[in-house]
């Protein structure tokens, strides 16, 4: 008898090993799902209240025992006891969401049935698909998946939960965590492994998989999920701009950028990668960023703000973007070739670089940006727009930020402020393009862990019965008479808005 395969959980900053974990075959990922169809059927029956409560008391948990849960995020990603604490707060915030809304959005609501089914009552409700596979990243390994695994919980499922193969200690904990409040109940179980382990799980019969990864793997998680016909929800990877219009304030501007891009050492999906600097300000725009790229180091010391790499192999891909950058042209203003090390990369700032480098193109998930002058909105947003993805984006801009925030092609935009959309609960996450499908938080985020549950009732006999056989001709008439009085006017089709022309300084 072969002995089970072990994981080893590693602190990048040191190859340290700091966990050990069993990995999961496709026969116990299977078994743990049907726990979780046991542990779905008590906790659908529960109710609203009921759900909420248990999520009430499983925040507190959470909330006591912060610090301990962010050192089990230092140690597995790196990243600073502060960055790990604010994800978690993160989470928090949004189980308490949850907790306030999820009736309100999924309950059952009476919808009219139009004047031809009048004696109809009609209602709608959002009804929880069972169980829910979640295969979460490594980045923020407690926010981003939490935000499957706590609306789906919220929305009456139950979950089975595949972490990273980098924080599979985070996984488990959480689990444990909610363990502590539902002892008896299955409510999410944490399978542990590499690929393999998620593939086991796209091919267990969950009732849909909600994936966060790159855009490569995936399209491998859809193909897998497709052979059973499993829904899935994909949040991939993002190549998010910055724009910074004439009258920005340009110093919370560049603040903004280094934080968007460097923070959690540009491990962010929705971290800002591209900047696009109206030329006006362009000049004080980079004088300013470079100033604040210069406070922020790499590192294990008590200064360092930002952590090592995670994963080891995404250095290999900041080095590559960033030599390629160079080699076409591009200029470090900060950093440069020499930043890239084997374990730890230091903030990098790159300027003049080609539209069709690596850089600009591909998703580099590291601390770099590239930051280009514009001669006005117009051109920054066409070009933050080229780009086969669409996930988050941001506007710098006094009196032109809504406006240009819904001209760009993503899921998300903040306007003088970056990332803000994520810590919002009542709004819906997610992309367009390679950034994926569907949506995480908010309302949007409760119903798609759910199915639509249409009911019609009879409430007095139809004075026309249109579903029968003896419906007559005289019956027909009088149906075709009705519809002609209540469609059949003529409308005259409202004018369509003239686009405004560009403005006079737009086009200086």
């Not at 994981?7 to 049907?34: I, K, M, R």
């Not at 995936?218 to 899935?232: D, S």
């Not at 994963?311 to 950093?335: K, N, T, Y």
């Not at 710098?396 to 925030?405: D, K, V, Y």
């Amino acid at each position: 008898m072969t002995s089970p395969e072990k994981l080893e959980s590693l602190d990048p900053a040191t190859g340290d090993v700091v966990g050990v974990h069993l990995v999961d075959t496709p026969e116990t990922v299977a078994a743990a799902v049907a726990r979780a169809r046991e542990a779905a059927a008590w906790w659908g029956g529960l109710g609203f209240d009921g759900r909420a409560e248990v999520l009430a008391q499983w925040r507190g948990v959470l909330t006591r025992r912060m610090a301990q849960l962010a050192d089990v995020v230092h140690q597995e990603t790196g990243k600073p006891h502060g960055d790990a604490q604010l994800e978690i707060g993160l989470a928090i915030d949004h189980l308490a969401w949850i907790g306030s809304h999820a009736e309100k959005v999924l309950g059952r609501k009476r919808v009219s049935p139009g004047l031809l089914l009048a004696n109809q009552a009609a209602s709608v409700e959002y009804l929880p698909l069972g169980v829910v596979g979640v295969i979460g990243p490594w980045n923020y390994p407690v926010f981003t998946p939490m935000g499957s695994i706590a609306y789906a919980l919220g929305a009456g499922n139950a979950v089975v939960f595949k972490p990273s193969e980098l924080t599979p200690g985070v996984g488990v904990w959480l689990a444990d965590s909610l363990r502590e409040v539902v002892p008896d109940h299955d409510l999410l179980q944490v399978v542990v492994g590499r690929g393999e382990t998620g593939a086991a799980l796209c091919r267990s019969g969950v009732d849909k998989i909600a994936f966060t990864g790159s855009t490569a793997t995936a399209k491998r998680v859809m193909a897998t999920c497709a052979e059973t016909l499993t829904p899935v929800l994909i949040e991939a990877g993002g190549k998010d701009a910055l724009l910074v219009d004439e009258d920005a304030d340009v110093v919370a501007a560049a603040d903004a950028a280094a934080w968007g891009a460097f923070s959690n050492a540009g491990q962010t999906c929705i971290g800002i990668e591209r900047v696009y600097v109206h030329d006006r300000v362009h000049d004080r725009f980079v004088e300013e960023l470079v100033r604040r790229a210069g406070t922020v180091h790499a590192g294990t010391d008590a200064d360092a703000k930002i952590g090592p790499m995670t994963m080891a192999g995404q250095v290999d891909v900041v080095r590559r973007h960033v030599e390629d950058a160079l080699e076409r042209g591009g200029r470090a203003v900060v950093g440069g070739a020499d930043a890239v090390g084997d374990r730890f990369v230091q903030p990098t700032v790159l300027v003049d670089v080609p539209e069709d480098c690596a850089a600009v193109r591909e998703e580099t998930f590291g601390p770099t940006v590239t930051v280009r002058r514009v001669r006005d909105m117009d051109e920054a947003v066409e070009l933050a727009n080229a780009t086969r993805y669409g996930l988050g984006s941001a506007v710098f801009s006094r009196t032109r930020g809504p406006e240009l925030a819904r001209r760009l092609r993503s899921g998300m935009t903040a306007v003088n402020s970056v990332i803000s959309f994520a810590a919002v609960p009542g709004l819906p996450f997610g992309g367009v393009g390679d950034s994926g499908f569907g949506r995480i938080h908010g309302p949007d985020g409760l119903k798609e862990f759910t199915y639509a549950k249409a009911v019609t009732r009879v409430r007095f006999k139809p004075v026309l019965n249109l579903t029968t056989f003896d419906r007559t001709p005289e019956q027909d008439s009088t149906v075709a008479a009705l519809l002609t009085a209540l469609h059949g006017r003529a409308t005259q089709l409202p004018k369509m808005p003239r686009r405004p022309l560009a403005t006079r300084r737009d086009r200086s």
